[in-house]
């Protein structure tokens, strides 16, 4: 496919298009190429061809009435550039990949433990450092927003990541909490990338702050599913819970209208859940789902508590499997 231009109302619009044809491409093990995708503002000012044939028909909501012209327009262009960049997608290389591959290149000559633990320790000063740098001074707003991306936290993500997790194995490593607000910025304003993000955070094991960050990032309800999945995903491996905690994650489960986000949910609560009588109710929730894929992976992951393993028999029966 060639490039194409979607035009829109408003950013939030365009941020939902964008986010269907994401989720379609990777349904189809393809992906957008962030080099190339941004979301632009029109110069109200300047009324130029474009504007003039997009007055012709309503972008959402009527057909396309067929002139032959917009489509010249589309594949031209001829906008003002810059006002909002909203990437999506990875470059041909993953800046995880080249900060891994990177890293290993530059420790194929040391082997001293004392030398390794040092490279590592550098690695994560250099990101101390710079993350901080993208951002003006005692604020969260970006220093340089027309030039910073989401890939700029990708490759910071993914270098701090992988230092942190690697020093680990010589040595305890706590992951700084002055850095855990731009972590959460980013997964904030680049939500298609959680599952990036998510891998750093889940070095903030245990941590208060980002337990209730993520939870109400998670009742925010942002139109994309893959980025609840990772949300509760990050929240059933690094946190404790309450009985009384759970019993409202059992209140989302409900309210769920994604079957990818109830499957996490469920595998939360069965994870946690020490409450028979939560268990009652979830067994009798699991027994109402209409997808017999989703009760069949959901009990599969149930399984794996050994201490219901005699039970599974009648577990599966009460699914009506």
Known sequence: MDDIKIYGYSESELRNV??????YLKGHGLSINSKKTGITAIDGAK??????????FEVIGNDYTGDESIFTELSEGGL????????????????????????????????????????WKKEISDVELELPSLFKN?????AEPEKTDDIDFIRLSAKYGTA???LSEYKQVKASDNLLQYWLFALNKFYWRASNYILTLQH???NGTLKQELISIYKADKNYECYRYHIITCLTYNFRYTDR?????????KAENSELVRYALYCMLIKHSDDQQLKSTLRVQLSKEANNY??????AYWKKDASLVSTMDELVKQMGL
């Open 18 to 23: 964008l986010v269907h044809i994401d989720n």
């Open 47 to 56: 009324e130029d061809e474009t504007v003039k044939e997009l007055r012709r």
């Open 80 to 119: 003002e550039s810059s006002i909002i960049k909203s990437l999506l997608g990875l470059s041909e290389q993953s800046p995880e990949e080249h900060d891994e591959n990177d890293a290993k290149k530059q420790l194929e000559n040391i082997t001293e433990p004392e030398k390794i633990i040092a490279f």
């Open 138 to 142: 005692d604020s969260l707003e970006l």
């Open 164 to 166: 942190v997790r690697s």
């Open 204 to 206: 903030y094991r245990d």
């Open 245 to 253: 905690e759970l019993r409202e994650f059992f209140k989302y489960l």
């Open 294 to 299: 989703l009760k069949l992976i959901t009990l």
